[in-house]
């Protein structure tokens, strides 16, 4: 149980163009999901949290327009990376979580995001 | 808000051998605290997870301790094998609806044979 699962695992684009990454809860209902980024080598940083039906809060120093996140039903949360540029090149990852006294967040594998 | 930091930053123990790491909080209402195992280019993986209404959680090999007053939990890990090699993080947040969890820098474990 508590699966979830990102796609693409993958990812390339060229500089100003937009990617779309998406995120799965797909065996239970996720009330909120969290989107993080790691550096090579580095911690995890959560970049913002988001709840079923409602807007996302982002952490400091994140830029909501830049990053758009969506989540529009129980199991699915986006994460659109608009105009990207060689630094927001890093491995982007997804937890889900299904609230109430259940504090666990169950991550996904990650996307690998390069833009050129 | 809340900080946590880990260590040691790397780890190399002989195969069979234990490892500890340990982590201290500084926030006092954080009362969840999980360890997570991260394999070179993948998601991080729950392995085990303490609340502060207990002192210690053990599933087979591995264990959690937690010191409530000192702020400090650790994880230990017995009889080590090549497969528990990895980046373990550790992490505390507050109970409640989903909340955010704040990661220590990580430790790389190495487990020679």
């Known amino acids: 149980g508590a699966v979830v699962s990102q796609h693409p695992s993958r990812v390339i684009c060229k500089s100003g163009t937009s990617v779309k990454i998406e995120c799965r809860s797909l065996?239970?209902?996720?009330?909120?999901m969290f989107w993080y980024r790691q550096f090579p080598k580095q911690s995890l940083m959560l970049m913002a949290t988001?709840?079923?039906?409602?807007?996302?809060?982002?952490e400091q120093g994140v830029e909501k327009d830049k990053f758009l996140i969506n989540h529009a039903s129980l199991t699915l949360s986006t994460l659109t990376v608009t105009s990207a540029h060689p630094e927001d090149s890093s491995f982007y990852i997804c937890?889900?979580?299904?609230?109430?006294?259940?504090?666990?967040?169950?991550f996904g594998p990650g996307t690998r995001l390069t833009v050129t | 808000g809340e900080n946590v930091e880990q260590h040691p930053s790397t780890l190399s123990v002989q195969e069979g051998d234990s490892a500890v790491i340990k982590c201290t909080y500084s926030?006092?209402?954080?009362?969840?605290f999980p360890w997570y195992k991260q394999e070179l280019g993948k998601g991080p993986q729950l392995i085990i997870d303490?609340?502060?209404?207990?002192g210690e959680k053990k599933d087979q090999r591995i264990a959690v301790t937690l010191n409530k007053t000192a702020k400090h939990f650790s994880l230990h890990i017995t009889e080590t094998q090549p497969e528990d090699s990895a980046v373990y993080f550790c992490?505390?947040?507050?109970?409640?609806?989903?909340?955010?969890?704040?990661f220590g820098t990580g430790t790389r474990l190495q487990v020679t044979l």
């Open positions: 937890s889900a979580s299904s609230g109430g006294l259940g504090d666990e967040q169950y």
């Open positions: 065996d239970f209902q996720a009330t909120t």
């Open positions: 988001s709840n079923e039906g409602s807007k996302a809060t982002y």
């Open positions: 926030d006092s209402a954080s009362n969840y």
């Open positions: 303490i609340r502060s209404n207990v």
């Open positions: 992490a505390a947040s507050k109970s409640g609806t989903a909340s955010k969890l704040t």
